[in-house]
């Protein structure tokens, strides 16, 4: 079965440290999106993943994205891909393939965000699943 969740970008999933992969497209389309250079995007705003293959984007001090502000994402209409497959994706992936309770300890995000918690709503036996 495949979930299609909806993001109701109340942007907590943002708030959460981990990795978001950038591809070179991506960066690209960040960088002009930004107005700069994509060597300069790549200085101020990217890291060496942490399995070194790959770069993702750069945290704040406290784990948020760089990217989010008061109104939401300031890239959002070129955000990374991992991110526009936030919540569905992710829940695809994990969803019977991965225990609840390792879902809440591993992606504790997912229980924080909206869509998914209306999800948990909407679906009292995917609740009971998540619960138990």
Known sequence: ?????????????CRWPGEVHVSETEIS????SLGL??????DQHTRLC???HGLALKERDDGTCSFLTNN????N??????CK???SRWVNLLWSKVPPQKMRE????LFVCHAFKEFLKNNQSAADLAHS
Not at 1 to 13: A, V
Not at 72 to 75: E, I, K, P, S
Not at 106 to 109: A, S
Request: proline residues 7%; contains cysteine.
């Open 50 to 52: 942490q399995d070194r």
């Open 77 to 82: 209409s070129v955000k990374p891909q991992q």
């Open 29 to 32: 389309n960040l960088a002009r």
């Open 85 to 87: 497959d936030f919540p």
């Open 72 to 75: 939401g994402c300031a890239v």
């Open 1 to 13: 079965m495949q979930f299609e969740i909806k993001c109701q970008r109340c942007g907590l999933c």
């Open 106 to 109: 591993n992606y504790p995000m």
């Open 37 to 42: 250079s994509e060597q300069f995007f790549i």
